[in-house]
């Protein structure tokens, strides 16, 4: 099965809600971050962990390009590596939008309409080097970053400040990277 039907069907079954249901869920104290200047986060970046779903089964080397479409929303393109970092390249592109415009912190992403998952950036480094992107539910999160590699020293805080907000460090897997891709 294709990265992009895998993608499909598992964000219609775990992320998804119906067009028209509520932006966002109770936070469950879960906070985003103040204030995201979308056009400093659009660009490439790189998955350095994340809680493993379904629709990445099999992906290495997991990159997210973001970049800003004519109609004002989001174009989401991801790409990984299947089986190793030097694996075949699979692909899927989406769409995302602000639910939040106060923040722009949360958006929804869909790669098959009528079906969007909620994006919440929950974390952001102060030039845009890091991000991580979660989920009130503590189900999901991915780690990003705008190099494949997160100097490990800032890896472990953000590991610490997940566990704080109540993740479950178990379940965080890195994701190997081509240092030079």
Not at 40 to 53: D, K, S
Not at 137 to 159: H, M
Request: charged residues 20%; hydrophobic residues 40%.
């Amino acid at each position: 099965m294709s990265f992009a039907r895998n993608l499909s069907l598992v964000l219609g079954f775990f992320l998804a809600s119906p067009a028209g249901a509520s932006p966002w869920p109770e936070p469950n104290g879960m906070e985003v971050v103040p204030k995201v200047d979308l056009q400093r986060y659009l660009g490439t970046w790189y998955e350095i962990a994340a809680i493993p779903q379904r629709f990445q089964k099999g992906c290495t080397a997991s990159v997210a390009e973001y970049s800003l479409r004519p109609d004002g929303d989001i174009k989401v393109l991801n790409s990984c590596r299947k089986g190793t970092v030097d694996g075949e390249l699979s692909s899927a592109e989406g769409k995302a939008w602000v639910v939040d415009p106060a923040t722009n912190a949360r958006l929804k992403v869909s790669f098959f309409w009528p079906f969007s998952g909620d994006y919440w950036i929950i974390e952001l480094g102060q030039d845009y080097e890091y991000a991580v992107v979660g989920h009130p539910n503590r189900k999901y999160l991915w780690v990003l970053s705008r190099t494949p590699v997160l100097d490990e020293t800032l890896y472990q805080g953000i590991l610490q400040r997940m566990t704080a907000l109540g993740y479950d460090l178990s379940t965080v897997v890195r994701t190997p990277q081509r240092v030079n891709p």
